[in-house]
């Protein structure tokens, strides 16, 4: 939205094994095989608190490992979200629902994800309105992290714009995950 400027956001531990914190020469950043030296690194704020819906996949084409490792990523995510981050669970196929509304206790959604079993078709544009939902009343940074292989339906693919739109005005992130033989470039396009 400010080109040129481009922000870039990195997720990694507040400090250094050395317990150090960072400093903007442990980071190194190239466009084309060109360094950039003129960049600027700016940690968070302390006061700035993250609500996150984890918006997962159940379909049918993720039954076995893809929902496995779904559940897993989510595990993973849960414990090693921080004290100021909130979180909640939904899930979709050919409809979405919450299985977890937004939350500060992780053992809430961790039981929640736990229960998931795969079914029926893939409708990403509702999974991805049902955890704008979930967010609607939080403040801060709102973020859905969607997990998916991607293979969408013809109905949910014609809404997806709409739904881009919606989530842009509404200034929620999405970041995607890909299983299997996920569309790389249809999840990408969801993110960008």
Do not use: W
């Not at 937004?102 to 955890?131: K, M, P």
């Amino acid at each position: 939205s400010k080109f040129p400027e481009i922000s870039v956001s990195v997720n990694i531990s507040k400090t250094k094994k050395t317990r150090e914190e960072y400093t903007k020469e442990d980071f190194t950043i190239r466009e084309l095989e060109e360094e950039i030296t003129d960049f600027e690194l700016i940690p968070p704020s302390e006061e700035s608190n993250s609500s996150v819906c984890l918006v997962v996949d159940h379909s049918g084409s993720m039954e076995g490992q893809n929902l496995e490792e779904a559940k897993k990523a989510v595990s993973a995510f849960v414990q090693s979200g921080g004290s100021k981050m909130r979180m909640g669970l939904t899930i979709f196929d050919d409809t979405a629902e919450t299985l977890c509304p937004i939350t500060g206790s992780t053992g809430t959604v961790q039981r929640a994800v736990d229960g998931v079993t795969s079914n029926g078709g893939t409708n990403i544009a509702a999974g991805l309105l049902e955890g704008m939902r979930s967010l609607d009343t939080e403040t801060g940074n709102r973020v859905i992290v969607l997990l998916s292989d991607g293979e969408d339906s013809g109905e949910s693919a014609a809404q997806m714009e709409q739904v881009i739109n919606q989530l842009l005005q509404q200034g929620i992130v999405v970041y995607a995950v890909g299983f299997d033989f996920a569309d790389s470039d249809y999840l990408t396009h969801i993110c960008e």
